[in-house]
T-cell receptor, first 111, second 115 residues
Framework: QKEVEQNSGPLSVPEGAIASLNCTYS??????FFWYRQYSGKSPELIMF????GDKEDGRFTAQLNKASQYVSLLIRDSQPSDSATYLC???????????FGTGTRLLVSP | DGGITQSPKYLFRKEGQNVTLSCEQN?????MYWYRQDPGQGLRLIYY???????QKGDIAEGYSVSREKKESFPLTVTSAQKNPTAFYLC??????????????FGPGTRLTVL
């Protein structure tokens, strides 16, 4: 079992729809959860992070964390073609910020 | 203009050669990291450093070496012992590296190809 698992996709949504990206993790000691966006050929850029159970909203993005079920998700409202990218989920344990990355989910937003 | 710079953007290496990838940051971050990304795969940690003159191996350190002589610089050498070095190399930094809440920021990356 991989430490951090994501569906590779592609996840296809029409412009204006809500895109839902999911990530599960195996280590119950994980404490911090990060979502990065990576355009083809570019480096990852941080979208948002979440530490506590529940929802965290930042503009069109909402991160949801459920530690009991060991999953974290990212919702993108009003999806735009410019959101088309690979979304990486990363998880870290307490004590040191060593990130474990999933392989990413490719999102395609069609006009 | 604060950020992380990596050079070169593209690098070609002949088999048997050592090459050094540069990473510089002016964010005043204590911690720096090197990752490798292969097509369709997640990022894998090569080395990390939480403080000047100290660094630790990550998950795939074999065939690589680093130094941390200055806070702002963390060069990575890909040695001839690395059997499959063709990959996208990413440098990152974070404020302290001492807390799980510390956020890592990435440089633009170096794409290394072995000829």
């Amino acid at each position: 079992q991989k430490e951090v698992e994501q569906n590779s996709g592609p996840l296809s949504v029409p412009e204006g729809a809500i895109a839902s990206l999911n990530c599960t993790y195996s280590d119950r000691g994980s404490q911090s959860f990060f979502w990065y966006r990576q355009y083809s050929g570019k480096s990852p850029e941080l979208i948002m992070f979440i530490y506590s159970n529940g929802d965290k909203e930042d503009g069109r993005f909402t991160a949801q964390l459920n530690k009991a079920s060991q999953y974290v998700s990212l919702l993108i409202r009003d999806s735009q073609p410019s959101d088309s990218a690979t979304y990486l989920c990363a998880v870290s344990r307490a004590g040191f910020q060593k990130l474990v990355f999933g392989t990413g989910t490719r999102l395609l937003v069609s006009p | 203009d604060g950020g992380i710079t990596q050079s070169p953007k593209y690098l070609f290496r002949k088999e048997g050669q050592n090459v050094t990838l540069s990473c510089e940051q002016n964010l005043n971050h204590d911690a720096m990291y090197w990752y490798r990304q292969d097509p369709g795969q997640g990022l894998r940690l090569i080395y990390y450093s939480q403080i000047v003159n100290d660094f630790q191996k990550g998950d795939i350190a074999e065939g690589y070496s680093v130094s941390r002589e200055k806070k702002e610089s963390f060069p990575l050498t890909v040695t001839s012992a690395q059997k499959n070095p063709t990959a996208f190399y990413l440098c990152a930094s974070s404020l302290s590296g001492g807390a799980s809440t510390d956020t890592q920021y990435f440089g633009p990356g170096t794409r290394l190809t072995v000829l």
